[in-house]
C-alpha cells in the first residue's frame, strides 16, 4: 500500500492508502478527524467540505493521494489556541445548527468564501453555499451568520 | 392538567435527577435530542426551577439500563410530557433540599435563600449546599406533581435566549454521530438491499464468496439479508458492491407502476368517519353533505401530494456488539425502549441482554432508517462475536429504503351559505399508514417493522397495518378544520396494496391536511369573492388562533397588492388541534422557467409559554424551510424495477439558492402550558406557498410538488 505525506491542520501526516481511497477516509478513518462527514460520497451534499489550500473543497471522492503537497484544514483545525475562529463564534451567536450534521461544510465553506472577500456579494455567498445541503432548515440563520461577518467585516 | 405518561410511568425522581458531590446536577429524560435541541429547553428548565447556574445541568443521553422509559421522541410531546416531567422532579428536589437545609441549618425553610445551589439562613448568614446535603445520594422519593412551579415573574433563565448546548461541539466537529464512532477492534459495515423491496436473493457467486473471504471480508447472509463487514470502510464500500454484482436476485413479481393516485383512489381500502378528531370503526361513511340551493358559493377540489422522503443529510447508522447471550447498540432511534422489545421479541432474547444507548444522529424528523440500521448492525454483530460492528447505509441505502412518507389524495367540498358562513364542509383523505415503528403490539407487530427482518430466512409475517384510532393520528391529523363549521363531513380512508414502505414523517398527515384545507379554504374565498384573511378571521373564535393569522397577514400585507409580478399567500393550523399555533404569510413569484421562487415569508408562532425562543425560532424557521422544499421540490418516484430517487440529485431538495427572508413572530404566553413546537408550521407552510402560487400565476395547482412539469399540467388542465 502505498505510503502518503498530508499535510493536515499545519502538521505533516504519513498514511497509507491505496491509490483511490478518497481523502474524507484518511481524514476519518486514519488520521481520526471525523468532523467533516461522509453524508452521500457522490459530491452531492457538501458535508465532507474540508479547506484545501485555503479553498473549501469536497473530499468524499478525490483520492487522497490528490492532496499530497497541499495544505488541509479541517473544521478541527479551524480554532487556534483554544480560540474559536469569527466563522464558528458567528455560527453560535446566530444559532446556525440543528442538527449538526451538515454544520462542518458550512462553517467550511462560509470560512473559504470570507478568505476570498472580507465583503462577499450574495451572489457570491450563494455560490459558496449552492453545494451544500441542509435539511433541519438552518438556511437562514447560515445567511444570517453570513451577515453578521460581513457586518463584522 | 392533563396526565403526563412520563411521569405515571418513572414516578421516582431517582430516574430523572442525581445531585453528585462535585457540583452537578445530572438529568436524565428518556426523549432523545435530534436537533430540536430538547436537551437545551429541558436543562434550562432544570436550572430554573433547582436555582442553579445552567452550566451545572448535566443532560445524561439516554439508554435502556437506567433513566426513564419515555416511550417514542415524537408528536411535539417532548415539552409537554419531558419538559413538565423535568419540571416537576426539580421543584421536588428543590423542596427536599430545601427541607434537609432547614434541619442542617435549624432555621425554617421560609428563612432560606437559595443561590446556584448554596442554600443560606437569611437570619444567621450560615449556610449549605446542595451538594453537601445530597451529594451522590438517591433521594428516594416519588416526584410530587403538586410541587410548587416558579411563578412567570420569578423566573429567571426560561424564555430568556441562550445558547443551545452542543453547538460549541458541532461548529468544532467534536460532535460525535453514531456514524462518528470509534471503537478498539471495531469493524465497518455496509448491507446490500436487493434491487427493489420484492426481490429477494437467490444466491451469490461462490468464487467472489471465496475471493471477499481470503481479502479477510466477513459476508453475513440469512436468507435474502446479505451484509458485509471489515476493517477498512473504503474497502466495506467496495467490497459491497462487488457482493451486490455477484448476488442473483429474483426477477418475481415488480413494484406496482400504475399511477399513484389512482392506486390511492381504487385500491382497497378501510374508510371510516371521523369525529370530533377520532375515527369511528364500524359505522358506515355517512353521505356526502350537499350545498344549500342558495349558496353564495359552492365547490368541489381534490388535492394530491406525492410520497417524500425524510432525507437525513447522514445516512442511517448503528454500531453493535454481541457479547455471550448479551446485545449492546448504540443508534439515533427515536424510541430505544421500542426498539429493544421488538429487537428482543425477534431474536427470542430477554429485552434485559438488549442494551440500547442512544447517540447523536443526523437529523431525521421522524421514522427514518435509524432503527433498521440498528438492527443491520445487530445482525453482523451475532455473526461476528465480540467484535464491535459500525454499520452504515450508503446514500442509495437511504434514498431506497427508508420507509417514506406516504402520497396523499385529499377530497374536498364546501359552501358559503348566504350567510356567509362556512357549510356543507366535505373532507375525504386518502393514504397508506403513516405509522410503522416498530412498536410492540401483537406478536410479530413490532418485529415485522424492522426492514431486515422481512429479508430473513424466516421473516415474521407483515401484519397490515391497523388503522390508527388515536385522536389526530396519522391520516386524520388535522383533518378536522380548527374553523367553526357545524358538522363536517370527514372520512379517513386507510388505502391497502400500494407500492412503498410508509411511515411517520414530521406532522404525519397534517401536513398534506393543512395544506389541502386551507388551499380550499382560499378557492371559497375567491369563489365568493371575499378576502381569504377576513374568511379565516370570521370562522375563527380562539384569540390565539386570529392572533397568529393577524401577525402574518399585517406583515405581508394585503394579499390583494403584492408587487406587479408576485403572489401572497397565506396559510394556518393549531398542530392537531391542541398543540402549537401557527401561521404562514409568503410573498413569491413563479420565473420564466416555471420554477417557484420565495422572496418573503412571515411566521407567527404561539407554542404556550416559551422556554428556548432560540429553539422555538429554529423550529418554526427550519419547519418553514424543510415543508417549503416538500412543497416545491420533492417526490419520491419508481419504476417497477424500483426506487428511482438514489441520490440528491435524482431527489432533489431546497438549496440556498430559494431561501426567502424570513420574519419569525413569536406570541410567547407565559402563563400558559408548553404546547409542542416542532411540527406546527409545516401545514400550513405548504397551504401559503400553494395560495400565493395561485396568486402569481392565476392557476391553481392542486399537485404537489410545485415543479415546472406539475405547473405546466396545472395550467394546461385550467
Known sequence: MPTLTLQVNGKARRVDAESDTPLLQVLRN???????????????????????????????????????????????GLAQDGKLSKVQRAFIAETAAQCGYCTPGMVIAVTGLFRRSATPSDGEVRAALSDHLCRCGSHARILAAVDRLRREG | MAENPSLTKNPQLDSWIAITSDGTVRVRMGKVDIGQKI??????????????????????????????????????????????????????????????????????????DIDDGTITARSTNSSTTYWDLQGDQAFGVPIDIAARIKPAAARKLVGKPAAPLDLEDIVTGRHVFVNDMSMEGMVHARPVRPPHALARLEDVDDTVLKKLAGDGFTVVRDGSFLAVAGADEFQVIKAARVLFNAARWTSGPKLDNRDIYEQLTTNARMS???????????????????????????????????????????????????????????????????????????????????????RPGSGCYGHNGADDAAVDAAFVARAMPGVPVLLKWTREDEHAWE????????????????????????HESHSDTHVMRPRPGVAGLGP?????????????????????????????????????????????????????????????????????????????????????????????????????????????????????????????????NA???????????????????????????????????????????????????????EAVTHD???????????????????????????????????????????????????????????????????????????????
Open chain 2, 403 to 426: 420507509p417514506y412518507s406516504p402520497a396523499m389524495v385529499m377530497d374536498l367540498s364546501g359552501a358559503i351559505a348566504s350567510d356567509g358562513s362556512i357549510t356543507a364542509w366535505n
Open chain 2, 272 to 358: 371510516m368517519p371521523v369525529v370530533d378528531g377520532l375515527p369511528v370503526l364500524d359505522t358506515p361513511v355517512p353521505p356526502p353533505l350537499t350545498p344549500p340551493a342558495d349558496a353564495k358559493a359552492s365547490l368541489s377540489a381534490r388535492y394530491e401530494r406525492a410520497y417524500i422522503m425524510h432525507g437525513s443529510i447522514g445516512p442511517s447508522a448503528g454500531l453493535a456488539v454481541a457479547q455471550g447471550d448479551t446485545l449492546e447498540i448504540w443508534t439515533h432511534s427515536q424510541g430505544i425502549y421500542l426498539l429493544r422489545t421488538s429487537l428482543a421479541e425477534l431474536l427470542g432474547m430477554p429485552a434485559g441482554n438488549l442494551r440500547i444507548h442512544h
Open chain 2, 640 to 718: 417497477p424495477d424500483g426506487i428511482t430517487s438514489r441520490d440528491w440529485d435524482s431527489y432533489p431538495i431546497i438549496g440556498f439558492d430559494n431561501i426567502p427572508e424570513i420574519e419569525t413572530v413569536l406570541l410567547d404566553q407565559p402563563d400558559e402550558p408548553f404546547l409542542g413546537a416542532g411540527e406546527a408550521v409545516c401545514g400550513p407552510t405548504g397551504a401559503a406557498i400553494v395560495n400565493a402560487v395561485a396568486r402569481a400565476t392565476g392557476v391553481r395547482p392542486r399537485r404537489l410538488p410545485l415543479t415546472p412539469d406539475n405547473l405546466r399540467a396545472a395550467a394546461l388542465s385550467a
Open chain 2, 39 to 112: 436537551s437545551s429547553a429541558v436543562s434550562r428548565l432544570a436550572a430554573e426551577e433547582l436555582d442553579v447556574a445552567p452550566g451545572r445541568i448535566v443532560m445524561i443521553r439516554p439508554d435502556t439500563i437506567d433513566g426513564p422509559d419515555e416511550g417514542m421522541t415524537s408528536g411535539s410531546n417532548s415539552m409537554e410530557e419531558s419538559g413538565n416531567a423535568v419540571r416537576l422532579a426539580s421543584a421536588t428536589a428543590r423542596a427536599v433540599l430545601l427541607a434537609k437545609a432547614s434541619v442542617a441549618l435549624g432555621v425554617e425553610v421560609d428563612e432560606l
Open chain 2, 579 to 633: 398543540k402549537a399555533y401557527a401561521a404562514v404569510a409568503v410573498e413569491l413569484t413563479v420565473d420564466g422557467n416555471d420554477r417557484v421562487r420565495l422572496k418573503r415569508a412571515v411566521i407567527a408562532g404561539d407554542a404556550g409559554q416559551i422556554v428556548d425562543p432560540m429553539g422555538f425560532t429554529a423550529q418554526l424557521e427550519g419547519g418553514f424551510i424543510q415543508s417549503a422544499s416538500w412543497t416545491i421540490h
Open chain 2, 448 to 576: 415485522s417493522r424492522l426492514l431486515p427482518a422481512r429479508y430473513l430466512a424466516n421473516p415474521p409475517a407483515v401484519i397490515p397495518p391497523p388503522p390508527n384510532m388515536t385522536h389526530h393520528g396519522g391520516i386524520h391529523r388535522n383533518l378536522e378544520p380548527l374553523y367553526r363549521i357545524a358538522e363536517p363531513r370527514l372520512v379517513k380512508h386507510l388505502v391497502r396494496d400500494l407500492p412503498h414502505r410508509t411511515s411517520a414523517l414530521r406532522t404525519l398527515g397534517a401536513f398534506a391536511n393543512v395544506y389541502a384545507l386551507e388551499a380550499f379554504l382560499d378557492e371559497l374565498a375567491e369563489a365568493a369573492g371575499e378576502d381569504p384573511v377576513q374568511l379565516r378571521l370570521r370562522h375563527l373564535d380562539d384569540p390565539r388562533a386570529r392572533a397568529c393569522i393577524e401577525a402574518v397577514a399585517s406583515r405581508i400585507g394585503p394579499l390583494s397588492e403584492a408587487p406587479e409580478g408576485y403572489g401572497r399567500g397565506i396559510g394556518f393550523a393549531q398542530y392537531k
Open chain 1, 30 to 76: 486514519q488520521l481520526g478527524l471525523t468532523g467533516a462527514k461522509l453524508g452521500c460520497g457522490l459530491e452531492q451534499c457538501g458535508a465532507c467540505a474540508v479547506l484545501v489550500d485555503g479553498q473549501s473543497r469536497l473530499s468524499c471522492v478525490a483520492a487522497a493521494s490528490e492532496f499530497e503537497g497541499k495544505d488541509i484544514v479541517t473544521v478541527e
